[in-house]
């Protein structure tokens, strides 16, 4: 009892129960609506009955040339709605848009290097460890830049992980 | 020329932003410039105060310009479907979808969504069910989608009701559905349509946790209840199994609930049973026995048949569901402490069921157990949010505001978290001594909507700018919604009002705060429209307790009612009438403590102007319309409202009459003997009819507060009891009585440009300082009595009340049983079975500590009200010293 559609304003207001988890981050207004307004594709809400937000996923599509990929920003399920495999439905979601309609190389996404569980969870849907981001989160703790490839990338050329680590001002583009 | 249309959307010129977008069109013939035409007339119609014949423009505009260059982007198609769905010219948008503009939209499921929602709305039902079972053989799980199928069956158009600005953001669960227009063999066709459709569903249905084939089948089911009234025992049936194929998922209760609604009692109750028996038979896998087993409890919860079982068996259950969580803390041995652990859910109801307890037998120590049991969950894992919203609202009601914020804290609530989740601490914090910490709590939110409402037409021109057009008219209805929010609203009310209570010793400073709110002219003018204003209501209640279903409402305060659940929707009708009387009443007071300051200082002077302000008639004349309206908004006229306030006064009638608005009325008598000391009404001069009103004010306050203070018992015993209002009067109606009290006395000291007064005024003067004095002396002994029973409850040692929270969980007979089951498990954890990090958690815990902050937290409101009490005790003094002189 899923619905899956675009993710909108009005949602914002409904997703306190995914939101009040520690794990998740309540961005800025101005974050979420850049999101809606360049790539409302890419932020995607599930909807259980009378319109509970079970969980969403928000993300973008960007670089150049063999750099050309799919971004997940955030992904994340209510505690309630956890254990379903709902978080694959919607990253699933994400790759076929970046895939089909945005003929994208690659989807990316960055993770803390403690979140073990969201780690594991990423390697089941496909996603490699590409490589780690010294000090990527606040100053403090690495960030691990996963990636997988898409049909576009035939020899999945992309998810070929780095040897060395990088720092966040080696990052091509703003990947939050 | 792009500048000047961003300009535009920066104002929110829809006249201009369309001219202006047509300019560019004419000029470069680009499709995006006609589509920000086009946007800027369905805002006109929408949003502004543009006909519905405005649409009819922009069809002809898009029309002619596909048939001249096509269109080439999915979102212009989707805005022309719009434009032709908002005139409801279904048949043309189905054509165009039909056509080769259709292949504009890529994702199949979309066009197929919107083909289904154009059929039905055009009336053609059958084709629309065609369209949404295609839906779901492509989405099987598509819950919205199986809605709309029934809707096509069943021919209600009920089913696709458009959104307006006050559409609440969480709908009722429970599907409204039109059934009555059916005939019987018309409702068993489509049902038998229905259930054929699902069962291929069923079979079809890939892999096991798809939960929408098995819900639709319940929603028949529903609706067979619903059209004939006799088929409560199916839903019985199939909501049992649903059980056995999806009870172990923390979802369930929250699926069934809409259906477990249409079902009378006696027939929630046998479902309740025939699960209870089901508990023998639970999954061998002990994580998905545990979730069956906390499903059953939680659906003993809904059906809210909990205040019906003796308190022995209701004790009885929390712990087992203790003893439950206990057995199964090993399933979480291994798991990431950032992830939700098994069985967390069951101290929420255990709490549930604890406060329940206290409801009814009035034993504080279930209460203090309901706090440990949480304390003791987050002490395992300290992020599990449930627990803190619980804590903040047990830790609000016991007076321990600090640590009730300090959980809100924790919750991280920010940006649009403030709109939809501040209501958990708001309320309680407006009726508090905590200054500092409610003025951070209302300028981060009114910060964070003004911010939005400054950024949103920025962001509104990057939708057009990329293009994506249905997000321009979704985000300016959404800053529309959050200008209407009702929280809001009283946020920017109540901001001003706390830096009036701050400054309220002092009477310089409460003037410039008055000169910077306008003296209180631009909340009149709240005032005068909010009843005309649609409000939005955007709190998500849905976490809130079973308790306190919304901000107005605290079952804990009233006798026992016999309620153990409470559904949260619905409740917005009444809300709205509560929020715009609050409004209307609350956004007088700046303009009236202004006027009442006036009506003070002008008092012997020349009627000239005097600094800029108003002349004295015009003072008492605005001021006696702003009482009659303040009287008319308590259900009186302004003499009737009078009689009240003398009569309680002078013990003729009881404070009882007051009913629950007692601070309204003693801010009336307030600001009614302000008046009375300026007015020339009845052919009085002024200052004739003053002892009079004075003593009024006087008495009611006196009175009224030391009533309070005589039946107020230790706060350490007796949770929420009389301090919010205490708190109230000292720093609302008693505050502004001291500013016009302020007034007086600074018209009585001597200044150079005052001129020689007659002997009558003399006479009258002598009169008035007799009465101010008086009022001095009285606000000062009621306070300074406040203030000592603040003390001598703080003088309390801390190790007492610690042992008396404590003791009250050990007594015989009494509360106490779940909080030993938690202890002994923490006496000796078994290493090997809960692993490292749980046994060190379970071995920190400590009741003694959860005991001192309760105390520490309920010791830090009392030291607040005490120091606000001993501030105008002071002012007061200086104020008895300088009248001494006159």
Avoid at chain 2, 181 to 208: G, W, Y
Avoid at chain 2, 432 to 453: I, T
Wanted: include cysteine; charged fraction near 25%.
């Amino acid at each position: 009892m899923t619905t899956i559609r675009r993710f909108c304003c009005n949602d914002l207001l409904r997703f306190a129960s995914v939101n009040l988890d520690h794990l998740t981050e309540t961005f800025n207004m101005s974050f979420y609506m850049t999101y809606l307004a360049r790539w409302p594709d890419y932020f995607q809400v599930a909807e259980g009955p009378g319109n509970r937000v079970m969980g969403y996923i928000m993300g973008k599509v960007e670089g150049q040339g063999e750099s050309w990929h799919g971004h997940v920003t955030a992904v994340t399920i209510a505690p309630e709605y956890r254990r379903q495999r709902l978080a694959k439905k919607l990253m699933n979601l994400l790759e076929e848009i970046s895939d089909k309609i945005d003929k994208a190389y690659f989807v990316d996404l960055f993770v803390r290097a403690s979140n073990t569980p969201a780690i594991k969870m990423y390697e089941k849907l496909g996603y490699v460890i590409y490589r780690r981001v010294l000090r990527y989160y606040s100053g403090e703790e690495d960030g691990l830049d996963m990636r997988k490839a898409l049909s576009r990338d035939v020899e999945k050329k992309s998810m070929i992980p780095l040897k060395r680590p990088i720092r966040p001002d080696e990052l091509e583009y703003d990947s939050i | 020329m792009m500048g000047l249309f961003n300009c535009y959307v920066r104002e929110y010129s829809f006249v201009k932003q369309q001219q202006t977008a047509i300019k560019m069109y004419k000029l470069v013939g680009e499709e995006r410039f006609l589509l920000w035409a086009v946007c800027s007339i369905q805002l006109q119609v929408l949003c502004g105060n543009g006909g519905e014949k405005l649409l009819l423009l922009a069809e002809g505009l898009l029309k002619k310009h596909v048939a001249s260059h096509g269109l080439h982007e999915p979102e212009a198609l989707i805005v022309y479907f719009s434009i032709l769905e908002q005139q409801a010219k279904y048949g043309d948008a189905l054509d165009i979808l039909g056509g080769k503009l259709g292949s504009l939209l890529m994702i199949e499921v979309d066009k197929l969504r919107i083909q289904g929602k154009l059929l039905a709305r055009a009336g053609d039902y059958a084709a629309a069910a065609n369209v949404y079972q295609k839906i779901l053989e492509l989405c099987g799980d598509d819950w919205e989608a199986f809605l709309h199928y029934l809707g096509c069956l069943f021919e209600d158009e009920s089913s696709w009701a458009s959104e307006t600005i006050n559409t609440p953001i969480n709908p009722p669960k429970y599907v409204e559905c039109k059934l009555t227009h059916l005939t019987d063999e018309v409702f068993d066709s489509c049902v038998e349509n229905a259930s054929a459709f699902v069962q291929k569903l069923q079979a079809e249905a890939s892999n096991d946790s798809l939960r929408n084939p098995y819900l639709s089948h319940l929603e028949i089911e529903r609706r067979k209840c619903l059209f004939r009234k006799n088929n409560d025992d199916n839903l019985v049936e199939a909501l049992l199994q649903y059980y056995s194929r999806f009870g172990h998922l923390a979802c369930f209760t929250s699926d069934v609930e809409a259906f477990l609604q249409v079902l009378p009692p006696e027939k929630k109750m046998e479902f309740l049973d025939k699960l209870m028996k089901n508990s023998n038979s639970l999954s061998v896998v002990p994580t998905r026995a545990l979730g069956q087993s906390i499903t059953l409890l939680k659906t003993q919860e809904l059906i809210g048949s909990m205040f019906n079982l003796p308190v022995a068996e209701l004790e009885g259950s929390a712990v087992q569901m203790a003893e439950l969580y206990c057995k199964n803390l090993p399933l979480s041995k291994d798991l990431d402490p950032q992830e939700s652990m098994h069985g967390e859910e069951l101290l929420s109801i255990v709490c549930n069921v604890l406060v329940q307890l206290f409801w009814r037998t009035r034993d504080l120590g279930y209460f203090i157990e309901a706090i440990m049991v949480l304390e003791f969950g987050l002490t395992i894992r300290r992020y599990t949010f449930q627990y803190k919203i619980l804590l903040l609202h047990l830790y609000s009601y016991f007076g321990a505001l600090p640590l009730a914020y300090e959980r809100y804290k924790s919750l991280d609530v920010k940006n649009i978290l403030m709109e939809t989740a501040s209501h958990h601490i708001l309320p309680q914090m407006l009726a508090s001594p905590l200054w500092a910490d409610l003025s951070n709590l209302l300028k981060d939110y009114l910060k964070f909507m003004d911010d939005h409402f400054r950024e949103s037409a920025d962001l509104t021109f990057l939708a057009y700018r990329h293009r994506n057009y249905s997000k321009v008219i979704e985000f300016v209805q959404f800053k529309e919604r959050l200008q209407h929010s009702n929280q809001y609203l009283v946020a920017r009310v109540e901001a001003p009002i706390l830096q009036l209570k701050q400054s309220a010793d002092n009477i310089e400073q409460e003037e410039s705060i008055l000169e910077s709110l306008k003296c209180g002219a631009d909340f009149i003018e709240l005032s005068n429209e909010i009843g005309s204003k649609s409000l939005t209501f955007n709190e998500d209640f849905q976490s809130r307790p079973w308790w306190t279903p919304t901000t107005e409402k605290n079952y804990l305060l009233g006798p026992f009612e016999g309620i153990s659940y409470c559904p949260k929707e619905n409740l917005t009708k009444e809300r709205e009438e509560n929020v715009r009387g609050f409004i209307e009443r609350k956004s007088l007071l700046p303009r009236m403590i202004y006027l009442s300051i006036q009506s003070a200082s002008v008092l012997y002077k020349d009627n000239s102007e005097i600094n800029g302000s108003l002349a004295d008639p015009k003072i008492s004349t605005e001021l006696k319309a702003l009482l009659e309206r303040y009287a008319k908004m308590m259900g009186f006229s302004l003499n009737d409202a009078i009689d009240v306030v003398v009569g309680v006064s002078r013990g003729l009638k009881p404070y009882e009459v007051f009913g629950s608005d007692v601070i309204d009325w003693l801010n009336f008598a307030v600001f009614f003997n302000a008046w009375s000391l300026n007015s020339h009404d009845s052919g009085q001069q002024g200052g004739e009819r003053t002892p009079g009103s004075w003593h009024v004010v006087n008495s009611l306050l006196e009175n009224y507060i030391l009533g309070k203070l005589r039946s107020i018992g230790p706060l350490i015993q007796s949770p929420q009891g009389d301090l919010p209002i205490l708190v109230k009067l000292v720093t609302e109606p008693l505050a502004w009585h001291g500013l016009v009290i302020q007034a007086c006395v600074r018209t009585f000291l001597p200044s150079g440009k005052k001129k020689k007064k007659s002997g009558s005024t003399d006479q009258s003067i002598s009169l008035l300082s007799n009465a101010v004095r008086d009022a001095i002396q009285g606000l000062c002994s009621v306070l300074e009595e406040v203030a000592k029973w603040s003390q001598d409850q703080i003088k309390i040692p801390e190790d007492n009340k610690i042992d008396l929270l404590v003791s009250s969980l050990k007594r015989n007979g009494g509360a106490g049983k779940v909080f030993n089951i938690l202890e002994t498990l923490a006496s000796s954890p078994n290493e090997t079975e809960l692993g490292d990090r749980i046994s060190q958690a379970l071995r920190s815990w400590s009741p003694v500590d959860v005991g001192r902050k309760i105390v520490t937290g309920q010791c830090r409101v009392l030291s607040e009200f005490r120091r606000i009490c001993e501030s105008k005790i002071k002012s007061l003094k200086t104020l008895k010293q300088q009248i001494a002189q006159v």
